[in-house]
């Protein structure tokens, strides 16, 4: 059974245990809350999520979909990256009315973590082989630097696990509530600007913490970001926590500190403690953060669980003083805050110079969408081009490292013969779409094709915009696809049409972004527009910003 909160073991100093007030609070396990207060705690309780993996390889992928145990189905599975996906044919208007089984079909979405982003091409062929092999093609390049599946049958997952691991990535907390996947700079090491390269803090979070029980039941999920990026490149502003690259006037290169971030219910920008961390402390500064989130974390309500709300109720000040005074027991030092970035786009597309001399290369795929032969093309050019080195960014791009000089122009014309270019329009390159209605249970509309035509419409309307601009879609009010910092913001929702039906559309907000002025787009009142008005709609507002702009206006 799970690990208990009283006997999970850690490596950092857990919180005084208090007796428990008899107010139920919020269920925070530091004032002696431990009887579960919502099923999701219940089955955490019961058994940890991590413990599921056992069970699928040795009884549910031998009995079948029909086996499985429905609370590891809708729960524990997420520990290992496997959700149940959408049954086909059922249209978003049942979103909200149909009991979550009604929901479910019997394929899974499977998400691969590839913490840092950093791919070699023999596991890019790997992703790609069981594509093709075990979900029916489907391959997306995720806005966490993951690669998603779709398809995915529950028999195949012990070869589907023999393969990945055999090639060093793994599924492990991909999903639930758990320690998810690290963003990382997708150019750490290489990049000739970089302040500092955080990958082997990513590697030591990852060993100590990934897959460790003491860390395995969090109050919901926790997102984290590295980057010594001047280009502020892993969108740390909506992480739970985010190490920065900044330079001490007197210590030198390091990180600063930011805590509480997240979208979803009552976005919020994390905020910076004013804490530089060296690169030797920032797993020690990590465990310190998720141990508070797992220990005052809230539990009683999924809708404030998240680490924001309890940074929100605490403040900076408290929240710092806390993680100091009982979990590092010593003390931070203060530092500066991260420069504003010099450019707006920061997904490392195009043609660039490393350190060493040689080049990398990113390129774009529409909106995040490959496929399994695609990727394994991918590796083959990478490989004969390059090193064997990939990555992937939090744009839904893909970068190939290490070519030289002569092979670049060979491996832009190689790329652009499977219709993914290193010189995107700016409309490709801004535009990113979550899974939608295709296979998510949650969804209400249609998101990935709806962003491709988008696209092609955009480039066929507009051909001469060059604005960098971001356009985010999402399939529902949730935030995977990041909406609320677009400068276009899509919430797919049911609308009316100028008849009155009821028709796929979206609540549109305007004048989101991350870096150079984070914040949160408008929400027009009453402003949406169906799906098939989309490009009418985004066309107008981008023609007209054209023409009355002000000198540097964004
Ligand atoms: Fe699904 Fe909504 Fe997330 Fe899109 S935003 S992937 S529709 S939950």
């Known amino acids: 059974m799970a690990a208990t909160p009283e006997d999970s073991a850690t490596a950092v100093p857990r919180a005084p245990r208090r007796k428990a007030s008899r107010h139920r609070g919020e269920g925070q396990w530091a004032a002696g809350h431990f009887t579960p207060l919502n099923g999701n705690e219940q089955f955490k309780k019961d058994d940890d999520g991590l413990n599921v993996r056992t069970r699928i390889e040795t009884i549910y992928s031998k009995r079948g979909f029909d086996s499985i145990d429905p609370n590891d189905l809708r729960g524990r599975m997420r520990w290992w990256g496997l959700y149940t996906q959408r049954k086909p044919g ?16 019997e394929y899974f979405m499977l998400r691969v973590r590839i913490d840092g982003g950093r791919l070699t091409t023999d596991q890019l062929r790997v992703i790609g082989e069981i594509s093709q092999e075990f979900a029916r093609g489907t391959a997306d390049i995720t806005d966490r630097q993951n690669i ?4 995915i049958r529950i028999e195949d997952m012990p070869e589907i696990w023999r393969r990945l691991e055999g090639v060093g990535l793994s599924t492990t907390e991909a999903c639930g509530d758990t320690p998810r996947v690290i963003l990382g700079s997708p150019v750490a090491g290489i990049a000739e600007d970089e302040i500092i390269d ?10 100590r913490i990934v897959g460790n029980p003491a860390f395995s039941n969090l109050p919901r999920k926790f997102k984290s970001a590295i980057s010594g990026s001047p280009l502020l490149d892993v969108a740390h502003e909506i992480n739970d926590i985010a190490f920065v690259g900044v330079v001490h006037p007197d210590l030198g290169p390091g990180f600063d500190l930011w805590v509480g971030g997240g979208l979803s219910t009552n976005p919020k920008i994390g905020q910076r403690l004013g804490a530089w961390v060296p690169l030797e402390d920032v797993a020690d500064v990590y465990e310190g953060v998720i141990s508070i989130f797992r220990d005052y974390g809230y539990r009683r309500l999924r809708t404030r669980a998240r680490l924001k709300f309890l940074v929100a109720d ?15 027991l010593r003390k931070l030092a203060d530092g500066p805050a991260p420069d504003q970035p010099v450019q707006r786009w920061r997904d490392h597309v195009g043609v660039h110079r490393q350190q060493d001399g040689r080049f990398y290369v990113g390129f774009a795929p529409r909106v995040g969408r490959v496929d399994g032969t695609v990727l394994t093309k991918i590796a083959d050019l990478a490989a004969a081009h390059g090193s064997g080195r990939l990555r992937t960014t939090v744009e839904q791009k893909m970068i190939v490292l290490d070519v030289t000089e002569d092979q670049v122009e060979s491996l832009v014309e190689g790329l652009e013969s ?15 779409a979550c899974t ?3 296979f998510c249970k949650l969804a209400i509309v249609e998101t990935k094709a709806r962003g491709a035509s988008l696209i092609d419409e955009l480039e066929r309307r507009i051909p001469d915009f060059d604005e960098p601009i971001t356009i985010n879609i999402n399939g529902c009010p949730n935030a995977c696809a990041r909406i609320q910092v677009a400068d276009i913001g899509l919430k797919g929702q049911l609308v009316l049409d ?29 402003l949406k527009v169906t799906s098939a008005e989309l ?20």
Request: net charge negative.
């Open 90 to 105: 059922i249209d978003g208007g049942k979103t909200a009315i149909l009991e979550p089984e009604e929901l479910d079909d």
């Open 148 to 151: 998603q599946y779709h398809w």
């Open 198 to 207: 955080g990958t082997p803090a990513v590697d030591e979070i990852q060993r």
């Open 314 to 328: 605490w403040g900076v000040a408290k929240f710092r003083q806390v993680l100091e005074d009982e979990y590092l």
């Open 418 to 432: 499977l219709d993914l270019t290193a010189r995107p329009s700016t409309f490709r390159r801004g535009t990113m």
């Open 436 to 438: 939608g209605i295709e």
């Open 498 to 526: 100028d008849d009155g039906n009821q028709v796929e559309g979206f609540q549109v907000h305007l004048g989101g972004a991350l870096g150079l002025e984070a914040g949160f787009g408008r929400k027009v009142r009453g």
């Open 535 to 554: 490009p009418d709609y985004v066309e107008r507002v981008l023609k007209r910003f054209q023409a009355e702009r002000e000198d540097d206006e964004r």
